[in-house]
């Protein structure tokens, strides 16, 4: 097949569109695909993820032999690798040691930080303060005085909370040494 | 409220309003949840899908900032509807093409929506007009704590919101930012500032999967990473980066108005011609148009004119739009005619 743009080299990427109810069908050769750029980004972005896996499978052969499927769903990883969807929370932790490697290729970290739900057990309260900070200054930047003051409010009561803990902490372990 | 009364009002993206709305058409952020303890959208089961719009619904009709917000089954509405939505942001193309057991939720304002069994269970986003993530990050981060009280969301201390595809854990935030840079595509600068966005983990892509080929000067500029930053973290990296995109738009505009000044207004007036005496007009040639004509208006070139109405003429030329607007199917050539006579009729002034 012949790309349909140059009209010269071999067609390698094929797209298909929706537009106005008609189906459209685009082969291209990778030159000018590239030449599409930022219209064809989005739909690339599958592909380069999937693309991404498979040479991960080759990167770390080893993975292979771990737990291939979700102990929660029952998806199996090589289900993941050809659709590029996980089947539910637990797969996260089922598949957690295929998955750091590829987070961290994919997102340049494993670890969250950022805002999470309230009420869930995590004391996590440095980081907490750390991110009201930034809040904090971006508050005085734009001028918006009174959310600066709730924002500093706010970090003070963290941090009279931690200073509090840690002391609690620091009385649990005299107590058990004075056991000792 | 019903879908013709979108028809009526005006996209909150689309006001021409806002910090920077010369060059920063709409800030938007997006947040994607799921419900603890069912697969995601894409393994669910019929009854698990039908169960997750229902709790979903029931929270969200009690939060008050979705007072009078639209309620909308996405397979029992028409295609054009569906396209319509998708035109105005709503909703993403891919929520349409598979609309059994879809939900979206649309705010009075058009403010919010919420798609429900997206890739993700919960898609919410806000959109507000001109470069504005930090009220649009205040609105969804409200709307999300509201949402956490009722609903157990799909959390992992390591890693996070967790999401159907790893590309989205974490924060689960993208955070996008619609610009119009036709100076420095004028100038041929574009790629080198794309391509200096790409080393920065941001991703660009264009207006609309639809007619994106014309739509070249316009660019949606949105966070790639969603883990390992914190939201506020991610929104001042992008925003720093756009700062930097603006001001060397802005440079070009000057640097064009200096150097080639009858060659620019030459090009905004002869838009503006066309615009106002075609007959026939696709889509693309409209968008283009637009564009130069937008740029005139920025730079003073074209007097009387308003960003709001140039606003307002790229999302009625749209297919759907059009559609909707004379109320019934048009043929893609009887849309070219219609587009020709709406774009006639609001141009002159």
Redesign the interface.
Known sequence: MICDICHKKAATVHLTEIVDDQMMELHLCEECAREKGAQMEQHFGLADLLAGLADLGKQFPETTSQILECNHCGLKYEDFKRIGRLGCGECYESFKKSLAPLLRRIQGSTRHIGKSPKGKKMPRTKLEIRELKIRLKQAVEFEEFEEAARLRDKIKELEQKRGKKQGATDEHRGSAETKE | MNIEDLLKQKSEWLRGIGPDSDIVVSSRIRLAR?L?G???T??GGDDEKAEIIEKIVTVCEKISRLKGALFLRINEIS?VDRQFLVERHLMS?EFG?EPEHKMLIISSDEVMSVMVNE?DHLRIQTMKSGFDL?NAWNII?AF??AL??EL???????????T????N???G?RASVMLHLPSLVLTKQIDKI?QAIAKL?L????LY?????ASGNF?QISNQ?????????LI?HISGMIGQVIEHERNARNALLEKNEARLKDRVWRAFGILKSSRIITSSETIDLLSSVRLGCDLNILPGMNTELLNELFIITQ?AHLQKLEGKKLT?EERDLKRAQIIRERLNI
């Open positions: 799921n603890r069912y697969p995601f894409h393994w295609k193309r093409a890739e930090k981060d999300d704590e956490a009280k157990d969301f799909a959390y992992h201390d390591e890693f996070g919101y967790l159907a595809c790893p590309t854990v974490g924060t935030m794309l983990s991703t660009t892509r264009g999967g639809e007619g994106t080929e660019f990473v969603t883990l390992g930053r914190s939201e506020s973290e001042e297919p893609p």
